[in-house]
C-alpha cells in the first residue's frame, strides 16, 4: 500500500511539472516579452536633464536620442557620461583629447554651452554604481530635480538601480529609458546577440542585489 501511495504521488507530481512546462512553453512570448522590458525599461518622462550613459566612448544614438529630447523641450539639458581613455587605448582616427571631441561635435551639433555638459568618469572605475557615485556627485551644483537616464539595451535596469540609489540622497528622481542601437526591444531572444546580453547583465543585477551594492528593491 506504501509503494503504491509512493507512485501515486510521483504521478501526480511528474503530471504538475509537465503541465507547468506545458503552460510556460505556450506562455513563453508573453512571459520573454515581459522579461525583456523589465530589464529594459523606457518611457515618456520630461525631466530637467538627460542622462546619457557611455563607457570608453559615447554611441551616436545616444547623442541623437538626447538632442530628440532637447528639441521637443523634453529636457533643458544633456548630460554625456564617458569613461576617460588612456592614449595608448584612444579609437584610432581620434588625435586629440576624446572629451573634448565630443564637446566639438555637440556644439557643431548646434548646441550651446549651457545646453551640454560631458562628465568624464575617471580611468579604472568602469563599475555602473562607482560611475554613478561619481556622476551624481558632479551634478550637485546644477540644481537638478529629476534626469531621464538612457543606457544600453538590458543593461538599464541595473543602471537605473545605482543612479536611482546614489540621487536619492540628492533629491534627484531618475526616470529610465534603454535604448536599443542594433536590434529592438521585442523578439529579442531570436537574436544570440540580445540573449547573451540579456543573460549577462540578469546574473549581473543578482549579483549587485544579492552582494548588498545597492538595496534589494526593483524600483524607485
Known amino acids: 500500500m506504501k509503494k503504491k501511495t509512493i507512485i501515486i504521488w510521483c504521478l501526480i507530481f511528474f503530471v504538475v511539472v509537465a503541465a507547468v512546462f506545458f ?7 508573453a512571459i520573454l516579452t515581459g522579461a525583456g522590458r523589465f530589464m529594459a525599461p523606457a518611457g515618456d518622462h520630461r525631466a530637467d536633464i538627460v542622462i546619457l550613459e557611455g563607457a570608453d566612448y559615447i554611441r551616436t544614438g545616444f547623442i ?6 532637447l528639441q521637443a523641450g523634453k529636457v533643458k539639458k544633456i548630460i554625456v557620461v564617458i569613461h576617460r581613455i588612456a592614449p595608448a587605448h584612444r579609437p584610432f582616427g581620434i588625435n586629440g583629447d576624446y572629451p573634448d571631441e565630443v564637446c566639438r561635435k555637440l556644439r557643431d551639433a548646434g548646441l550651446q554651452e549651457g ?9 579604472r572605475t568602469p563599475v ?13 551644483h546644477e540644481r537638478v530635480k529629476d534626469a531621464i537616464l538612457i ?31 542594433e536590434n529592438g ?36
Open 23 to 29: 503552460i510556460l512553453y505556450a506562455k513563453k512570448e
Open 64 to 69: 541623437q536620442a538626447g538632442l530628440e529630447l
Open 115 to 123: 545646453q551640454f555638459k560631458v562628465i568624464v568618469v575617471p580611468i
Open 128 to 140: 555602473t554604481l562607482k560611475e554613478a557615485q561619481f556622476v551624481i556627485k558632479e551634478l550637485e
Open 151 to 181: 543606457a544600453p539595451s538590458f543593461h538599464t535596469r541595473r543602471s537605473y538601480l545605482c543612479y536611482a540609489y546614489c540621487g536619492l540622497p540628492q533629491g534627484i528622481r531618475i526616470y529610465p529609458h534603454a535604448l536599443f542601437t
Open 185 to 220: 526591444r521585442e523578439k529579442w531572444w531570436e537574436d544570440t546577440k540580445e540573449w547573451r546580453d540579456f543573460c549577462g547583465e540578469s546574473l549581473k543585477l543578482l549579483y549587485y542585489l544579492a552582494a548588498g551594492h545597492i538595496p534589494f528593491k526593483f524600483s524607485y
